[in-house]
C-alpha cells in the first residue's frame, strides 16, 4: 500500500552495512525489544529514503499517512522477536535524559537547514501581507464564478496561508455564496495576536496604544468556520481561544508526521476528511 516493497531488499542491504548498526548489535543487552523497534524504524526509513530518491521528489513529501507507516513497523517488529514487557522502563528514561542533553547542539549543528525550511513559508507570508488584495481579488472571483456555473453555496477550504487569505477576504466584505470556511493548518489566530492582520486590527485607545481587547470581527462575518490543526505541525495554530467558540470550531487531528512533514500531512488522513465533510453536511 505504501509503495516501498520494491525498495526493501536495497534498504536491508544498506543498513546491514551500516557501521552504526553492527556497533550497536555488537553492544546489544536485554531486553532486546528497542533494538528491533528501532531496527524495524530504521528500515522502514531508508526505504522511504530510497522511494524518494528513486521517484525524484522534493525532501519532506509525504507519500503515505504516518498510521500506514506505524502498522509497517509494528509488523517488522513482530517478525523480529517482539517487544518485552517493561521495556519502557528506566532506560527509557535514560534515553530521554540523553535525548534532552544533546538536543541544544544537535538543533545548532542544522541552523542552516530549519532556516530552509522556515524561509519559503515567512517569505511567502510577507509577499502576501505587502500586496494581499490581488490574492483576495482572485478568490473572490473563483467563488463568484464557481457560484454562477454550478449555484448552491460555495465552502472555502484553504491550507496554511489561503486560509489567511480566505479568512481576510471574508471579513474584508460579505460574499453571499459562501457557506462556511474551512482552515487548515493556518495562522490565522496567530497573527491576530500579532496585530498583523491588515483587515483585522487589535482593538485601540485614543492614543493609538493596544487595550490588549481581542479584536471583534465585523457584523457581517456569520460564516461557519471550521479550524483544523495538528498539534505537531507548527505553522498550525488554534483560533477558538482568540475569536471565541461561537465564531470558530477548532478540531485537532493528529497526520502522526514530524515537522516539517505534519505541514502537508493533513490531505493523507482520513481524520481530516471526516471533520470536512461532518461540517459540510451541518452547514450545506
Known sequence: RARLLDHFDDAFVQLSQSQAVAAALEA????FGSYRRALARALVARALRICWECQELDEGVVLFHGRVRDEIVDLIVGALGGLEAGMFGPAALRGKRLVARAATAWFRGRRSRFSEIGAPVGADVLA??????PIRNFIRRTVARRASERGGKTFLLAHSLGGIAGFEMLVEAPLADVGGLITVGSQVAFLHELDAL???SLPRDDAGRRTGAAARLPDHFTYPWLNIYDPSDFLSYRAEPVFGSATVTDRRVDGRQPFPESHSAYWSNPDVWEAIAAFVRSHG
Not at 28 to 31: K, Y
Open 198 to 200: 491588515g483587515s483585522l
Open 128 to 133: 502576501y501581507q505587502a500586496r494581499p488584495g
Open 28 to 31: 546489544a543487552q536485554p531486553p
